[in-house]
DNA sequence: CAGCTCGTCAAGCAAACACTTGAATAGTGG
DNA sequence: CCACTATTCAAGTGTTTGCTTGACGAGCTG
């Protein structure tokens, strides 16, 4: 048995991916930087904390390889360590939707009822942009959208969204789309847009988990 | 920012399933159970743990929806709840595998250098059993053998393998397997065989992953 | 039903964790 | 090189976690 505080040890290091993400600060910074890169503050502000304390969350998704760093000036960006960090997000996510009872129940408090908005999967979304008969919203912030984003989108940031309705060809349909599954966004606009009298609908997960199943994006510089 | 408290609760609970299986000893259990179903007090020993504290990991796992329970007599038995639970473990473990740094030490301190120890992939195997050149030995406990093993593999629970050596054709070349990448028995009993001047290596991960990959399997009442 | 086995519960303790505050450091720009 | 910005570090505090011990409850067996 001197055997057990090895094994013990192994196992420990083999966890350190799942110690990382059981904190929902760790997992929406995560969630953000599922997105693209971002700087400490902005991260900071995203999940409403002090920046202190999140530099301390990315260091421990630092320590246990779950991002990387770049410097630019004295700003330092963090970003994913690759697709299957993501993937392991989701994953998660999925897991907790299938076996957490009251998942729904918490989504609700924060997503509202949803009931009621029409949703598009991934497949269907593909389809109807091949046949063009759709407008897509990329309602995220315009950095995340520069950053990537479904081939064809428009960008409409969720608080310029007012603006941008009336540019929009009166009797399209409308297909909005945000960070992932559990982002508020596409809700939001989903809602505004029926309210305006629009057909509109949100794709039913976020840019990520398209860009991640090899469908077709594009980017900006910048 | 009203939300602000509803989306930290939303992702304290979408990350549930990641606190569930943050501890080495969680992870045991369920890399324990995804050979099958367990009573607690096996548990406990398998892990080295005291009865009480097992059960009280046991609960954590099961508020988090990853296992459930089916009463027998007065034992208690635990299982995964589904087959995502050991997928859920096997992707964090290949993430760690992947991005945590000294896991490879780890390893080697509870395993052994493995690097003279030959490995067959799961195709590999597939191919081999078809030529039916080859002896497949489960070295994992016999109850664990009568779960569920691969088809044409024969029982030899670490501690009776070497009475069994005698049994086998003197000139076969012998693939080991055991519960899964980071499991002893199957590198223990590759080093006994090859020490005793017969070829043999191991499978490179587990029957749980075997029968996840939906490839011929066998079960035995009882 | 007495005594046994198996599992859970409750209380207690030390270690780890999440967050705060305030100070320190690295890099930029006048 | 001084002031400024972005980030990290260090110390302090309250909370959560992992484990132990001992008591309790459910269900079998004689």
Redesign the pocket.
Known sequence: MADRVAK?ALFDGLVSAA?AL?????AEIVDVLAQGER????I?TEIG????????????LLRAGLVR?R?D?????YALADDRVAELWAMLRSVAADHVADIERLATDYLGDRRQLQTVTRAELTRRLRHRDVVVLDVRPAAEYRAGHVAGALSAPIDELTHKIQDLPPDADIIAYCRGPYCVYADQAVRTLTRRGRRAARLEDGYPEWARAGLPVNTLPN
Not at 22 to 26: F, K, L, T
Not at 39 to 42: C, G, L, N, Q, Y
Not at 73 to 77: D, L
Request: proline letters at 3%; glycine letters at 6%.
């Open positions: 013990a110690k059981a904190s929902g600060r760790r700087p400490v503050e902005e900071a904390q002090t920046v202190a304390n999140t530099s301390q969350h990315l260091q421990h760093t410097r000036g004295n700003r330092i960006y």
